[in-house]
């Protein structure tokens, strides 16, 4: 099928459509809501497997043969990020039905879920660089509304920063373009890769690069540019703040990869140290941030900061195999930390709060549970045999083969950090005993202050709390399947880090002979 | 006439990042239309300002030279305006939800999450 790697966005946009026109019933909603996951899903895999047999897969859209038309490519690392994107969408989907409430159901939010995953796929599947800008606008629109659905204070309060923060990495974006444009005349990436190695003064070429930098870095909260994702992301309902985890900061890591091996590629001389630095630092702040705090969701936000800087490194290092341990580290990360912020969902509900002060006892009353949120955790954590193991050995070995001792072991010992993370979210929330009632007098005003902040516990009968455990213990599974099977996974992300590392592979699907 | 609007085009960014360095939320809004307004004009300006040469082929040939205006900075523009007025329209809304709710327009008083 010729159309088949433009239907990851076709299906979500469809499927918005049809239920802007079921807007006033909320069960068709659902309904469509679920059909287009499954759709989405479906059409991923298809893409998956058609890429995996055929290779690199490139529409035209309107017939305009590349570079004058937009193109849009579905290369193994794309394709791979589809198939996640539209695996935690699905499950994300189904725990929703049990977990959102009817108000933010009947203001659209199975609609902007959907536009959401539609600016997602655009951004992975696009060849073209300022259709990448309009697919990031897309997701960002969705993502503010999401964000702020709602309107509870706390809301507010993240979206104004959430909005503000992205805009202005957004302006910096599209002036890059703009710039990108004005010294190479053309958008298409697969030209640009050709073209831009010829921009003249190569101080320009510099400038464009680094503000590229600056604006996927805010995207994907890189070091100094981080402080936006722990002020909101712990604001709306859990779900999305789990499609959020799982997938926003995720587009931001792709687009770096995407820009820096292929039209960036020569300047990795002064942009691999820059990378590795901003890693190391990332990974640190992340993962100091989250040992101290109180909040779960907080905690978590810390620790999707703390990996992306892992996956950075992988950019950083700029090696083969550092690619292939970077594109699995990101899908792992993708069902990993979706799950846990689902899980959080489930702590709020069997606790009564976030706040891992105050929760506990839940292993005692349910330790199925307890063993679901142990596999993420652990994963997380990379022990093995879950697939965060396999996916941050491949990077470190990459790491030592290149000979980057020191950012290897800043990574470790960052491990180091998210094991002890995962470790007290089990310490107090699952294993002991949940403290009868505020401990002290201190916390008292605190816990007055936050009255207001916090929204009433909807109370769930046990089916429909057992439904929400199924995208939970899918996840899980196949957290689990992807350690089991990571030889297939790696070989994979192999291939896929092919492409990254040979932009003429990518350059030659979309232009054809032409060259 | 690329100089005079160099310098247009900085004014509206250090307007547009003093405005948003403001702790009123309002100020805030106004410095991110100033912005995308700095890039939008960026984007112009980058393009190549060519005047009363349209982008079209001549009766007698099959080729155009240049220097002609190129279409494509304009396309971009157009799209990139109509983008950011709508994203200014629901950053209107969501201040003026925030100050109904909040009851302040400061953003300093907007830390209720940051412990």
């Given amino acids: 099928m010729k159309l088949l790697p433009v239907l990851p966005v076709l299906i979500p946009l469809l499927t918005a459509a049809l239920a802007l026109l079921q807007w006033r019933h909320r069960v068709a909603q659902r309904r469509l809501s679920v059909a287009g996951a499954i759709a989405l899903f479906v059409a991923a895999v298809w893409l998956f497997a058609v890429v995996q047999r055929e290779g690199v897969q490139v529409v035209q859209s309107g017939g305009w043969q590349a570079p004058f038309g937009i193109s849009f490519v579905a290369d193994t690392f794309s394709s791979l990020m589809v198939l996640f994107a539209a695996t935690t969408n699905l499950c994300v989907v189904i725990y929703s039905l049990t977990s959102i409430d009817a108000r933010r159901e009947a203001f659209g939010y199975h609609l902007l879920l959907h536009v959401m995953l539609m600016g997602v796929c655009g951004a992975f599947l696009t060849g073209d660089i300022f259709n990448l800008y309009v697919w990031f606008e897309l997701m960002l629109m969705a993502s503010f509304v999401l964000l702020a659905l709602g309107g509870e204070r706390r809301q507010m309060e993240g979206a104004i920063k959430y909005v503000t923060i992205n805009l202005v990495s957004s302006a910096l974006f599209l002036a890059a373009v703009g710039l990108l444009y004005a010294a190479t005349g053309t958008l298409n990436m697969a030209d640009l890769a050709l073209k831009a190695q010829h921009v003249n003064p190569a101080g320009m070429r510099t400038v464009i690069a680094l503000l590229f930098f600056v604006a996927f870095g805010v995207k994907a909260a890189l070091f100094p540019l981080y402080f936006w994702l722990p002020a909101s992301y712990h604001t709306p309902p859990v779900v999305i703040s789990a499609i959020f985890a799982g997938l926003l900061t995720k587009v931001g890591v792709y687009s770096l990869a995407r820009v820096f091996t292929l039209i960036f590629?020569?300047?990795?001389?002064?942009?691999?140290?820059?990378?590795l630095w901003v890693a190391a630092l990332t990974m640190i702040a992340g993962g100091l941030g989250a040992?101290?705090?109180?909040d779960l969701r907080r905690m978590l936000s810390f620790l999707i900061i703390s990996h992306i800087g892992v996956a950075a490194m992988g950019l950083g290092i700029f090696t083969e195999r550092a690619f292939a341990g970077m594109i699995f580290y990101l899908i792992e990360d993708i069902v990993v930390l979706t799950n846990l912020f689902l899980i959080a969902g489930g702590v709020r509900l069997l606790c009564g709060t976030y706040d891992l002060t105050q929760t506990g006892g839940i292993y005692r009353r349910h330790p199925s549970f307890g063993f679901l949120f142990l596999i993420p955790a652990l994963s997380l954590s990379g022990i093995p045999?879950?697939?965060?193991?396999?996916?941050?050995?491949?990077l470190i070995q990459a790491g030592l083969e290149a000979g980057r001792y020191a950012v290897v072991g800043v990574s470790l010992a960052v491990s180091l950090l998210t094991l002890y993370?995962?470790?007290r979210v089990w310490m107090l929330a699952f294993w002991r005993e949940q403290p009868a009632t505020t401990p002290t007098n201190l916390a008292a005003p605190l816990a007055t202050l936050a009255a207001p902040l916090t929204t009433p516990i909807p109370t769930i009968s046990p089916r429909r709390a057992r439904r929400a455990l199924i995208p939970i213990a899918a996840l899980s599974a196949l957290t689990i399947a992807l350690g089991l099977g990571a030889e297939f996974v790696f070989r994979q992300s192999l291939i896929a880090a092919g492409v990254l590392a040979e932009p003429r592979l990518y350059v030659e699907a979309v232009l054809g002979g032409e060259r | 006439m690329i100089v005079v609007l160099a310098f247009v085009i900085g004014g509206l960014y250090a307007a547009?990042?003093?405005?948003?360095l403001r702790r009123s939320i309002t100020k805030l809004i106004i410095g991110l239309g100033l912005l995308s307004h700095a890039a939008n004009l960026l984007l112009f300006t980058a393009g190549g300002l060519v005047r009363a040469r349209p982008p079209l082929i001549p009766d007698n040939s099959e080729t155009i030279q240049p220097p002609f205006a190129d279409p494509v900075p304009q396309a971009l523009v157009l799209t990139a305006i109509v983008i950011s007025f709508g994203v200014t329209a629901f950053a209107l809304a969501l201040i003026h939800r925030a100050n109904r709710v909040i009851g302040t327009d400061d953003m300093d008083q907007m830390k209720a999450t940051d412990v």
């Fill in chain 1, 265 to 275: 590629r020569n300047d990795a001389g002064y942009m691999q140290p820059l990378l």
């Fill in chain 1, 291 to 294: 040992i101290v705090q109180r």
């Fill in chain 1, 385 to 394: 045999p879950f697939s965060g193991f396999f996916a941050k050995l491949a």
């Fill in chain 1, 421 to 423: 993370a995962m470790a």
């Fill in chain 2, 16 to 20: 547009g990042l003093y405005m948003m």
